[in-house]
């Protein structure tokens, strides 16, 4: 998303402008309202509109709470698994004969590089702080080396 800017007259600076502007309305002199939670992108408003929106900004933002809780209790989750020395996903890619990549990465940044059948890799949803041990409780695992990685894959694990 990106933010509404304008010409400063007096300065002839470029400047933010007033992001809950109608005809009218101040565009200069514009500052930042940003989540009360941190989650958000900031939003800009003229002295007149910050009187107007004051209230109802705060209200807006009320689903923020929960969504940055949930994403500090993600993180939370995902550092403490790391310190126990496991690796953690972090990016696939899916072939068409059934056979998923997965690169798994530890605390100190190591990657690990496993196949997989898509049928596994599907058992645990995407946003989850996935393991190898997670995937190896669901299906067969195999574990291969970073020259494995780039080669074909082949049809049966």
Known sequence: MGFITTINPRTGREV???EFSKEGCQTVNCKALKCPYGYCQRYYACPNCQKKVKGEFKKAHATCKVSIDAYNKKEAEKLEILEKGLSIRTAALSHENGVV?????DKDGKEN???MMKETYDAIPLGANATIEDYEKVGHVKWVSCEDIYKPIALHL
């Open 16 to 18: 933010y402008a007033c």
């Open 101 to 105: 990549r997965v690169v798994f990465r």
């Open 113 to 115: 590089y496993t196949h």
